[in-house]
């Protein structure tokens, strides 16, 4: 079975702040790990994944998340924050199989000037 | 520019109608997904397609809700008799064949509330 433990419903940060969004797996076999953005009103889009290539995975709009197999953490980082990186963010795991994603909760975030 | 398509984008219908959501997957997806997005539960799977064939459908309250693919370009949800509860968002994803099918690629939702 697999679980994902999004840590933190509501972050906020000042613009030019660092981002750190925390996700926590449980997986029984090697994880497929995904974060996903929502904007207000629209679907979810791709941020990165990992598929077991290198642990630290670079997605796009200037964020990246490092597996941590160790912690069963993929954490989304971003170094500086921008106004318009304010959304909700999901963690997903799912398998090699290809077959349904368990998200997490959400995470939103918000950013001020 | 490939995207998943659903329609209608709002709907606002009365307790025991029949709801019906459409999604057309990217051209060339095997795969298609359909989710639900409430406050309470977050984002839940209601059921996937591989091939037209549907593969899982455990989240699927099973005397109302129904999902089926005419055919490859279109995958529909229907909601009959539709209750209050049943008011959330309803997200359709589809995923390719071959490298990356573990990627998934989401509609705008389609919005339901049911008075």
């Known amino acids: 079975a697999q679980s994902v433990t999004q840590l933190g419903s509501h972050v906020s940060v000042s613009e030019g702040a660092l981002v750190l969004l925390r996700c926590n797996y449980s997986s029984s076999v090697p994880p497929y790990l995904f974060w996903y953005v929502q904007y207000p009103n629209q679907g979810l889009q791709l941020l990165l994944k990992y598929t077991s290539a290198a642990t630290l995975v670079k997605g796009i709009n200037g964020f990246e998340a490092e597996f941590k197999k160790s912690e069963t953490s993929f954490h989304l980082t971003k170094p500086s924050a921008h106004m318009s990186d304010a959304a909700e963010y999901f963690c997903a795991v799912g398998n090699q199989a290809g077959t349904a994603l368990i998200f997490g909760k959400g995470t939103t975030l918000s950013v001020s000037s | 520019d490939a995207r998943v398509t659903q329609t209608p984008r709002h709907k606002v219908t009365e307790m025991g109608q029949e709801v019906t959501m459409r999604c057309q997957p990217i051209?060339?997806?095997?795969?298609v997904f359909w989710y639900r997005q409430t406050m309470m539960q977050g984002l839940e799977l209601l059921a996937y397609?591989?091939?037209?064939?549907?593969?899982?459908d455990s989240g699927m309250p099973k005397d109302r809700f129904s999902a089926e693919m005419p055919d490859a370009t279109l995958a529909t949800l229907k909601i009959q008799p539709s209750e209050p509860r049943d008011s959330a968002v309803y997200f359709c994803?589809?995923?390719?064949?071959?490298?990356?099918?573990?990627?998934?690629?989401f509609g705008p939702g389609t919005r339901l509330t049911v008075l």
């Open positions: 994803a589809s995923g390719p064949q071959g490298t990356n099918t573990d990627t998934q690629y």
């Open positions: 397609f591989r091939n037209r064939a549907p593969l899982d």
């Open positions: 051209l060339g997806h095997n795969t």
